[in-house]
């Protein structure tokens, strides 16, 4: 009984300092803060659609992907914090529409942003030079995107100068940019001709010999990954994804401090109306049970610091409705109890045999909802439906945590174990009977 309450008391003093943790942190709003979506820190929202017609339908999700890497750059730029950008799909399994959100929290002023935003990424060529100063410049060839037809990825087996198995990117021209190619190589040998991404170097390749036919060849360290991502980058940029602002919002800051004074305003009633009936029905266990809850909210908001979850609304709502269902379990656990104290089994007993009894009941309930929230989450076409189902998954797996061993572990430490009182009795009854 004495290793019981030690973890008991082990138990307690961890809840204790996850709830430091997160008031602490909170107040201090330095490493650990709460990340908040748009809808409650306030900023602008906007939505493009994506031309992506011109794409092979094999290659929309990496063209959408490039799309969006350029994007955040871009938005990063502006020194946004915390900036959201992601693709989403027009239907359940991404028909329709391809668009992207752009979320800005705390910008209101979206005359720049969106007039950089919009602009369609851009490839370019650009050659190496020192000026007066000594400092490295790049001059810009005329050789841009469009000249470019394809790249692709190979991989080397014993070519000259080069390691076996090692990744060569293909660049193909069109005939026009072969031609200006070939000039450039021809003028420039020994010289870095580098290859820029909305203004970024992503690759900067020495000019080895003059290439008249409009077929180059990127040579280097490269790791698989690292070569397949610049590829992607190659063909996105040489084949742009016009995007076409469809709507923009801006939510004051004032309607989201709102918002989130109304949803922890629900929050508090929603918890201290399950505590009010566990206790009033449940008794003992059902101080037990308030407990465990409190440790639940605790770690929740814990993990939504470390991970870290950008709260939303919808999130939130999902948090509170997972209070309600945290408390399932205690309910289905105290029920067994009663018919085992019922058929004459010691508290001790009762207690384990409720527990056991009750699990499977609390194992298939929980898995179908974190069945559901996967789902959601993956056939989800819009943050908010990812948002409220991330955030329902993380609560199912604490509630199970919580409700078996944290409630299991101070019911057993109080030391009622083969107590067949009266008293003890009604503190471990529960309704209105004795």
Known sequence: MWKVRIVAVVLLLIGAGIGWFVVSSEQAGQKFPFRYGLDLAGGSHLLYRADTSKVVSGDVNSAMQSLRDVVEKRVNIFGVSEPLVQVER?????????????????VTDLSEAVKAIGQTPTLDFRLQKTDEAGAQIYEDMGLTGQYLDHATLDFSSGREGTLSNQPIIVLTFNPEGAKRFKDITSENVGKVLAIFLDDVIISAPVI???????????????????????????NFGALPVPIELVSSQTIGASLGEKALAQSVNAGLWG????????????????????????????????????IPVTLTTA????FILSIGMAVDANILIFERMKEELKSGKVLGEAIREGFRRAWSSISDSNLSSIITGVILFWLGGTAVIKGFALVFIIGVLVSMFTAVTVTRTLLLALGFGK????AAHFLFGNGLGK
């Open 419 to 422: 107590s067949t009182s009266k």
């Open 208 to 234: 080895q010999e003059a290439i008249p036919n409009g077929e180059a060849n990127i040579t280097g360290t490269f790791t698989p990954d690292e070569a397949r991502e610049l590829v992607r980058n190659l």
């Open 271 to 306: 918890f201290g109306l399950v505590a009010l009936f566990l206790i009033l029905w449940y008794r003992l266990p059902g101080v037990i049970a308030v407990v465990a809850l409190s440790l639940y909210v605790a770690l929740n908001l814990a993990i939504f610091k470390l």
């Open 315 to 318: 999130g939130l709502a999902a």
């Open 90 to 106: 027009g239907g359940v399994v991404g028909g329709g529409d391809n668009r992207l959100i752009v979320e800005l929290p705390g």
